[in-house]
């Protein structure tokens, strides 16, 4: 059995960030990010939709500390913040395929 460490503000952290990831939109920023940096305009074109759009998605994941950002002259380059983060994005990812994937075979 794990041993628990995370106290309250532990936990209202963590169902902060799950919040936050928890948007389609969102999750699919994620998931670009974990394979490296991309700037604003890229990501904007990537999905499809505005530069605002994807600079208002990218301003809550920061400000939940999901993302990382820094400046290169005038553009602005996004990543995720840290290992855990992309160990989350890929496992839960994962985890979504082979969900689909078992209900496909019964």
């Given at each position: 059995i794990r041993p628990h460490?995370?106290?309250d503000d532990a936990f209202e952290r963590a169902a902060s960030l799950f919040r936050a990831a928890g948007d389609v939109a969102r999750?699919?920023?994620l998931d670009r990010l974990a394979v490296?940096?991309?700037?604003?305009?890229?990501?904007?074109?990537?999905?499809g939709v505005g530069l605002?759009?994807?600079s208002q998605q990218?301003?809550?994941?920061?400000?939940?500390?999901?993302?990382?950002?820094?400046?290169?002259?005038?553009?602005?380059?996004?990543r995720l913040a840290d290992a855990h983060m992309r160990?989350?994005?890929?496992?839960?990812l994962a985890h979504a395929i082979e969900h689909?994937?078992?209900?496909?075979?019964g």
């Open positions: 460490r995370a106290d999750l699919r920023l490296g940096e991309w700037c604003v305009t890229e990501l904007a074109d990537a999905a605002s759009t994807v990218l301003r809550l994941l920061r400000a939940e500390r999901i993302v990382a950002r820094r400046r290169a002259g005038k553009h602005i380059y996004y160990a989350l994005i890929d496992s839960v689909d994937e078992d209900a496909s075979d």
